[in-house]
Antibody
Framework: EVQLVESGGGLVQPGRSMKLSCAAS????????MAWVRQAPTKGLEWVAT????????YYRDSVKGRFTISRDNAKSTLYLQMNSLRSEDTATYYC???????????WGQGVMVTVSS | EIVLTQSPTTMAASPGEKVTITCRAS?????MHWYQQKPGASPKPWIY???KLASGVPNRFSGSGSGTSYSLTISSMETEDTATYYC?????????FGGGTKLELK
């Protein structure tokens, strides 16, 4: 059974940093691209970043470029999202998702809440 | 960036009623994916590659479309179909979602 378990969220002040983790199990992690998708409270879904199966390629939405970094450790089957210079508009539930290669997010974690507030 | 516009934003349907949700893209896309999300839960893939049903999705659901216009249809509304539905496309290594359609029971 595919499982994606996020951790690392919480309350953080504007301008500070936070790192999210996603522990994957139930599939061969190193064979799949992975992504982060977020959802602000009562709002819709928003793609944040994608990383290729081997970590050689990364892609970001414009609003997080230069501030967020997606990375992975295939030996640990873990996905990361380093978030710097956080803004109030980054407040959201962040979902870890698997990307099988046709642009689809086929498995989702339970999500982790990030609140950026002073 | 390709913008996806869903309509309607919210709607209510009676049991047995046919439901159609539309997703329009600002530029032509090759295919569309759809997700279902219920309150407090993570989204689930529902229809992928425009018309293929994800595992476990009832066959009263269908997807169609091409170019800039895509749709999700429920042939006969059931109580369990109340949820928010999102369309999503992938192009040029960027992914975008529609704003969502909240489907309620009348």
């Amino acid at each position: 059974e595919v499982q994606l378990v996020e951790s690392g969220g919480g309350l953080v002040q504007p301008g500070r940093s936070m790192k999210l983790s996603c522990a994957a199990s139930g599939f061969t992690f190193s064979n799949y691209g992975m992504a982060w998708v977020r959802q602000a409270p009562t709002k819709g879904l928003e793609w944040v970043a994608t990383i290729s199966y081997d970590g050689s390629s990364t892609y970001y939405r414009d609003s997080v470029k230069g501030r967020f970094t997606i990375s992975r450790d295939n030996a640990k089957s873990t996905l990361y999202l380093q978030m710097n210079s956080l803004r109030s508009e980054d407040t959201a539930t962040y979902y870890c998702t698997r990307v099988p290669g046709i642009g689809l997010f086929d498995y989702w974690g339970q999500g982790v809440m990030v609140t950026v507030s002073s | 960036e390709i913008v996806l516009t869903q309509s309607p934003t919210t709607m209510a349907a009676s049991p047995g009623e046919k439901v159609t949700i539309t997703c329009r893209a600002s530029s032509s896309v090759s295919y569309m994916h759809w997700y279902q999300q219920k309150p407090g839960a993570s989204p689930k893939p529902w229809i992928y590659d425009t018309s293929k049903l994800a595992s476990g999705v009832p066959n009263r659901f269908s997807g169609s479309g091409s170019g800039t216009s895509y749709s999700l249809t429920i042939s006969s509304m059931e109580t369990e179909d109340t949820a928010t539905y999102y369309c999503q496309q992938w192009s040029s290594n960027s992914r975008t979602f529609g704003g969502g359609t909240k489907l309620e029971l009348k």
